[in-house]
């Protein structure tokens, strides 16, 4: 017994999810360039998980439009997987939110 109550969603859910989340926000041309989290609460069946999250660093690096994120997966029980995320953008012309 690893202490959970039930089944849990996995790491491979979690890492698609964030990549979700982020090719809807930064279009499907965008590149995910770096991903990191780190699960401190489990979401269990029946829970919702919740993606929310800010810009914190928006960079040109030799022509490439990269923006640095940090993502939270969130459940009715609170804070689940605290993340970051490195995206370059595919369009040059798209204005970065946030």
Not at 30 to 48: C, E, F, H, N, V
Not at 51 to 67: F, M, N, P, T
Not at 82 to 93: K, N, W
């Amino acid at each position: 017994s690893q202490g959970q109550r039930t089944i849990y969603l996995s790491t491979l859910f979690f890492h698609g999810f964030i990549d979700r989340g982020l090719n809807e926000w930064a279009g499907p041309d965008a590149l995910i360039r770096r991903r990191r989290i780190s699960m401190i609460r489990s979401i269990y069946p029946g829970q919702t998980a919740t993606l929310s999250g800010k810009v914190v660093a928006k960079r040109d690096d030799g022509g490439r439009r990269l923006v640095d994120l940090e993502l939270l997966v969130s459940s009715e029980d609170g804070p689940c997987v605290p993340s970051e995320a490195t995206v370059e953008l595919a369009d040059p012309f798209v204005e970065v939110p946030g």
